[in-house]
């Protein structure tokens, strides 16, 4: 069984920078495409970024050269640098992993930037 587990989420002035991870588990983690969503209130979940096993990444268009993925295989853990943050970035972000199986989701974090 896969689990995914964010860290890191938290409150940030306009301008300002986070870096939550993603951990994972039950899974050969460096075989798996790995991507961050997001949710505000009243919207859906959107993609923000992905990487994929070999490394390539596709971010929004709302958030590149603003994030950067990346992934430590020696770790089982997948990051989200999130720099220059925005009042729109404010959303529950959560680590998704699609397998033949199905999506597995972690539990979020909350990333909150004030207006």
């Known amino acids: 069984q896969v689990q995914l587990v964010e860290s890191g989420g938290g409150s940030v002035q306009p301008g300002g920078s986070l870096r939550p991870s993603c951990a994972a588990s039950?899974?050969?983690?460096?075989?798996?495409?790995m991507g961050w969503y997001r949710q505000a209130p009243g919207k859906q979940r959107e993609l923000v970024a992905a990487?994929?096993?070999?490394?390539?990444?596709n971010y929004a268009d709302s958030v590149k050269g603003r994030f950067t993925i990346s992934r430590d295989n020696a770790k089982d853990t997948v990051y989200l640098q999130m720099n220059s943050l925005k009042p729109e970035d404010t959303a529950v972000y959560y680590c998704?992993?699609?397998?033949?199986?199905?999506?597995?989701w972690g539990q979020g974090t909350q990333v909150t930037v004030p207006s």
């Open positions: 998704n992993t699609p397998t033949s199986r199905g999506d597995y």
């Open positions: 039950g899974c050969i983690f460096s075989t798996y495409a």
């Open positions: 990487i994929a096993s070999s490394g390539s990444t």
